[in-house]
């Protein structure tokens, strides 16, 4: 068997096996702004104020994007809110990121149940020829980006209902 073949091989899989390690390592390497348990080095409070949410609006069970939706952020009751941000969704369905106040990270540290870790936000989407809907009790964690998905439902299949649907997206976090 010629060397010269074994050698261009060996070097072949060598490569290969560089690329493997290296999408390894970009795969394992922890997100800005996510935490990880043990970890050192995450940033200081001060550094990063806001937690930020972005919406997703869609129909049909999530499968069509829906444009120039209107979302509103908002904390209060739907009858009294106080509006906190508004934007129109792009073509995906997708707003840009709402930078919102949240409390300090140390909170989830502490065993004083009182005090959350997190704030929670409303958000109502709002679009020509749907139902609206309301979400309430959207958590917003310090540092982190989260997504909340809304799917809007046509007039034209909602049985005469006018009134908005109403989502309570709280849930208990123990942390």
């Given at each position: 068997?010629?060397?010269?073949?074994?050698?261009?091989?060996?070097?072949?899989?060598?490569?290969?096996?560089?690329?493997?390690?290296?999408?390894?390592?970009?795969?394992?390497?922890?997100?800005?702004?996510?935490?990880?348990?043990?970890?050192?080095?995450?940033?200081?409070?001060?550094?990063?104020?806001?937690?930020?949410?972005?919406?997703?609006?869609?129909?049909?069970?999530?499968?069509?994007?829906?444009?120039?939706?209107?979302?509103?952020?908002?904390?209060?009751?739907?009858?009294?809110m106080q509006i906190?941000?508004?934007?129109?969704?792009?073509?995906?369905?997708?707003?840009?990121?709402?930078?919102?106040?949240?409390?300090?990270?140390?909170?989830?540290?502490?065993?004083?149940?009182?005090?959350?870790?997190?704030?929670?936000?409303?958000?109502?989407?709002?679009?020509?020829?749907?139902?609206?809907?309301?979400?309430?009790?959207?958590?917003?964690?310090?540092?982190?980006?989260?997504?909340?998905?809304?799917?809007?439902?046509?007039?034209?299949?909602?049985?005469?209902?006018?009134?908005?649907?109403?989502?309570?997206?709280?849930?208990?976090?123990?942390?």
């Amino acid at each position: 068997m010629d060397k010269s073949l074994i050698e261009k091989y060996k070097n072949e899989m060598m490569m290969l096996k560089k690329k493997a390690d290296f999408k390894a390592a970009a795969v394992n390497t922890p997100q800005q702004g996510y935490y990880e348990e043990g970890r050192q080095d995450i940033p200081d409070d001060a550094s990063d104020e806001n937690g930020r949410l972005i919406a997703m609006v869609t129909y049909t069970d999530r499968i069509y994007p829906v444009k120039n939706a209107r979302v509103t952020v908002f904390t209060g009751s739907p009858e009294n809110m106080q509006i906190v941000g508004t934007a129109v969704t792009d073509e995906s369905g997708k707003t840009g990121k709402f930078e919102l106040p949240a409390p300090l990270r140390s909170l989830s540290q502490q065993s004083d149940p009182s005090a959350l870790p997190y704030a929670l936000y409303n958000m109502m989407v709002q679009s020509d020829g749907f139902l609206d809907n309301i979400h309430l009790n959207i958590p917003v964690f310090r540092g982190v980006t989260s997504v909340q998905r809304s799917d809007l439902t046509p007039i034209s299949v909602a049985g005469g209902r006018t009134e908005p649907i109403i989502f309570n997206e709280f849930s208990s976090y123990e942390l």
